[in-house]
């Protein structure tokens, strides 16, 4: 009986080792049509959440140049201020990764216009007017002046080997 229960082990034994090397050529021969495709991953795309960060420092940096600066009656011209400050750091943020296949950054109107319907800030101690999209840019009036809330950016990231498009937006406060 003893005999019996030791060529058991052993087969089962000789099935895992079988099994083990079935796994490992199969493992094999999946590294091998992977080097083969050239598959790298995007280790030279740009990271959006760079990217993402780079377009927030941007707008804050414009918001400072408008705000206190115009009535509500003035927003398109405060808006017009707003983008001429913005524009050029998304310009500097495209060019910035033109080595990696190519970042396009422009604004969207519709959806600022969208964010501002289901984000403008208010409450029972806030006493702000109503959120304005104009060019991509949220504006709300504050104690009668305009004040930057959010720009909403369109954002196509291009490699090589794919295109990732994402709207984004972007607090300005």
């Not at 984000?119 to 504006?139: E, I, K």
Request: glycine content about 8%.
């Amino acid at each position: 009986m003893k005999r019996g229960s030791d060529t058991t082990a052993a087969d089962r034994g000789q099935l895992v080792l079988v099994s083990g090397a079935v796994v490992a050529v199969a493992l094999l021969a999946l590294v091998f049509a992977h080097a083969q495709l050239a598959y790298g991953g995007s280790a030279d795309a740009p990271e959006l959440s760079d990217i993402s960060a780079a377009t927030q420092d941007a707008a804050h940096a414009a918001t400072a140049h408008v705000a206190g600066r115009y009535s509500w009656g003035a927003r398109q011209a405060a808006v017009s201020e707003f983008r001429d400050e913005l524009d050029p750091n998304l310009a500097r943020i495209e060019r910035a990764h033109t080595g990696s296949g190519g970042v396009a950054i422009t604004t969207n109107d519709s959806a600022a216009s969208g964010w501002a319907l289901r984000n403008c800030p208010s409450g029972v101690y806030r006493d702000f007017g109503s959120c304005v999209a104009d060019r991509g840019v949220v504006v709300q009036e504050r104690a009668g002046e305009t004040t930057v809330v959010a720009v909403a950016v369109d954002v196509v990231v291009s490699t090589p080997r794919h295109e990732t498009d994402v709207t984004l937006a972007v607090t300005a406060v």
